[in-house]
């Protein structure tokens, strides 16, 4: 397992205030001014009706993917998505997800591959 680093005490539980892009990559997460309303439509439709729909891990494996394309935060953002889809599994008392460091990497090399 990798090392564990600390987010710096002026960034913890901030928005960030810079732009950013995928590393090793050339995708540009949204602009930092955007990320107030990005969050609020991202918390609107966790709470809508029309998620009620799916089945639990199309919900898990969605709102994972909405969280992280916003990266609201410069550190942290994939931990904290992974922490949101298994309180969303657990709601439904289903078995928290661990993707391990080795298959992080294989699925992150796979969607480029896919890009």
Known sequence: MGSIRAIAPEEAGRDRQLELKAA???????????LLGLMRE????????????????ELAAKAHLRFVSIHP???G???TGR?????LLLRVVSPRV??????????QQ??????
């Open 24 to 34: 090793g990559t050339e995708y540009l997460y949204p602009p930092h001014y955007l």
């Open 42 to 57: 991202f918390i609107q439709w966790l709470n809508s009706d029309k998620i009620r729909s799916l089945h639990p891990l």
């Open 73 to 75: 935060f410069r550190d």
């Open 77 to 79: 953002n994939e931990p």
């Open 83 to 87: 922490l949101l889809m298994n309180l």
């Open 98 to 107: 661990i993707i391990s460091n080795q298959m992080l990497e294989v699925l």
């Open 110 to 115: 796979q969607s480029q591959e896919v890009d």
